[in-house]
């Protein structure tokens, strides 16, 4: 652990933080370009025609078509409702959104230069698992009670 | 003051020759993606500039030895709880925080806290209407508490799976 009884100024402090983010620049940029490159050849259309094979296999779609989706929230939530209208499961729903937000392939070469193969590799597959998980288990826990 | 050595080169080259690839076979599309490059900036320009203040004001108050007690190996539940809390009310795409959970990282921050913030995440205040209207309020409610519930457990998986030789 590096030893620091001198307090730095706010200046320093500041351009000590803007040089971290300058270092990860080009990977920022690299991530908005790829985002803007799958965004314009995968339209919602297309991630429509994912479900629709039954419950179980829509948790798995769900999961598989947000986590290759990128956007923001709002937008996720906007695709969501238009697979509502045409009948899609709350399973595949749910899924889908906590895939969407949660996991992203767009981001992997990113997270995985600034945390680590390793880390990336683990965080993504457990994130992957709990979003079968939860969408398994939040339905069916309102099942229960509704 | 360190010398500037960025991160990601290769993989910014890898886009760009995407790119070049893209403005050979499908040349009308390129303003289009440009466009939404644009408009992407535009819109995480206010996130970076909070992040980076943020970062500012953490390195300022924080000392590395505050870092690893909050958030080091022995920070227990209040190092969950306020990576819980960072992860609810952060805003903007992930990318726009690894500058920050990296430079806390290089300070003693866990990984295992690191997966907590990333899941947290998943609970979005300004978009829980948007849930309720989907879903109903009940439902929502259940996911969210299953999306913390999951997260402390990821968190917990991770540092296992990582163990502090290997970091």
């Not at chain 1, 314009?40 to 094979?53: A, R, V």
């Not at chain 2, 080259?13 to 408009?39: C, H, Q, R, T």
């Not at chain 2, 992860?87 to 690191?114: C, E, N, Q, T, V």
Request: contains cysteine; charged residues 15%; proline residues 4%.
């Amino acid at each position: 652990m590096p030893k620091s009884n001198q307090q730095p100024t706010f200046a320093t402090a500041f351009k000590k933080s803007l040089m971290s983010f300058l270092a990860l620049s080009p990977m920022i940029l690299a991530v908005i370009g790829l985002v803007a490159l799958f965004q314009t050849y995968i339209t919602p259309d297309m991630l429509s025609k994912f479900f629709g094979h039954g419950e179980s296999l829509d948790i798995l779609d769900g999961t598989v078509v947000g986590a290759i989706s990128t956007g923001s929230g709002v937008i996720g939530y906007v695709v969501a409702d238009g697979l509502k209208q045409q009948g899609v499961s709350d399973y595949a729903l749910i899924s889908f959104i906590m895939a969407w937000t949660t996991l992203s392939l767009t981001h992997l070469p990113a997270e995985a230069s600034v945390f680590g193969i390793k880390f990336t590799a683990y965080r993504n597959i457990l994130t992957f698992l709990c979003t079968l998980v939860i969408a398994y288990l939040s339905v069916t826990t309102l099942r229960l009670f509704l | 003051m360190k010398k500037l050595k960025f991160k990601g080169l290769k993989f910014l080259l890898f886009v760009i020759a995407l790119f070049i690839l893209v403005s050979i076979f499908d040349f009308e599309n390129i303003a289009k993606i440009m466009d939404k490059i644009g408009s992407m900036l535009l819109r995480i320009l206010p996130i970076f500039a909070l992040v980076i203040t943020l970062t500012a004001i953490i390195n300022y108050f924080l000392k590395p030895e505050k870092i690893m007690r909050y958030f080091g190996e022995n920070s227990g539940i209040k190092g969950i709880f306020y990576t819980l809390l960072g992860g609810i009310i952060s805003h903007g795409p992930m990318y726009a925080w690894y500058p920050m959970l990296d430079d806390m990282r290089k300070h003693g921050l866990k990984f295992g806290l690191i997966a907590n913030f990333m899941y947290a995440r998943a609970v979005k205040i300004p978009l829980l209407p948007f849930m309720v209207g989907l879903f109903g309020l009940p439902f929502t409610v259940i996911v969210n508490v299953y999306i913390l519930i999951f997260a402390i457990l990821q968190g917990k998986i991770i540092d296992l799976l990582i163990k502090e030789k290997e970091k």
